[in-house]
């Protein structure tokens, strides 16, 4: 089976979103957690997740490019999505940068981990929430039940008068 440019994108992007919000639940209890094991193995995952945001990033023209021209796609979805994703993206690897500076630093001063695991953790929560942000943009594009109905974006009904 030969896979086409939405198929790829819908296979790697699921792991920066989710992986981020696994991320947050681990630097939360790592900086509670007195194990140096333990930190460097959640600042290492941090930084495998924040580098896995390049994957989607680098998919996401072909799976435009797939998809562009399909019935019911909005274009002017995609771009937000695109805009969303290009930001998400651009956290991530910071998160990862800092995630793995974090790591070099603690090897020779160990006492930096309490102050370089909470700027972690912060960045890591902003990241989350790009990349919820992106993922919900993302699935606009085709699943229009999940549309600002309200906002006027394409694709769905007008509010009717007393359904707020």
Same mark, same amino acid.
Do not use: C, Y
């Given at each position: 089976?030969?896979?086409?440019?939405?198929?790829?994108? !819908?296979? $790697?992007?699921?792991?920066?979103?989710?992986?981020?919000?696994?991320?947050?639940?681990?630097?939360?209890?790592?900086?509670?957690?007195?194990?140096?094991? $333990?930190?460097?193995?959640?600042?290492?995952?941090?930084?495998?997740?924040?580098?896995? @945001?390049?994957?989607?990033?680098?998919?996401?023209?072909?799976? #435009?490019?797939?998809? #562009?021209?399909?019935?019911? $796609?909005?274009?002017?979805?995609?771009?937000?999505?695109?805009? @969303? *994703?290009?930001?998400?993206?651009?956290?991530?690897?910071?998160?990862? $940068? @800092? *995630?793995?500076?974090?790591?070099?630093?603690?090897?020779?001063?160990?006492?930096? !981990?309490?102050?370089?695991?909470?700027?972690?953790?912060?960045?890591? !929560?902003?990241?989350?929430?790009?990349?919820?942000?992106?993922?919900?943009?993302?699935?606009?594009?085709?699943?229009?039940?999940?549309?600002?109905?309200? *906002?006027? *974006?394409?694709?769905?009904?007008?509010?009717?008068?007393?359904?707020?």
């Amino acid at each position: 089976m030969i896979w086409n440019g939405a198929q790829l994108h !819908l296979l $790697v992007n699921h792991l920066p979103v989710v992986g981020f919000m696994g991320v947050i639940a681990a630097l939360a209890v790592a900086m509670f957690i007195r194990s140096l094991d $333990v930190r460097r193995f959640v600042l290492a995952t941090t930084v495998v997740v924040g580098l896995s @945001a390049l994957a989607p990033f680098w998919t996401g023209e072909p799976a #435009e490019e797939t998809i #562009e021209h399909l019935p019911g $796609v909005d274009k002017a979805l995609i771009e937000e999505h695109e805009e @969303a *994703a290009e930001f998400a993206t651009v956290l991530a690897v910071v998160t990862a $940068v @800092a *995630a793995a500076g974090a790591l070099l630093l603690q090897r020779k001063k160990v006492e930096s !981990l309490r102050k370089t695991l909470p700027a972690v953790f912060a960045l890591s !929560l902003i990241t989350g929430a790009a990349m919820a942000k992106t993922a919900h943009e993302g699935g606009k594009i085709r699943h229009p039940e999940i549309r600002d109905i309200a *906002a006027g *974006a394409s694709g769905g009904a007008p509010a009717k008068d007393g359904d707020d």
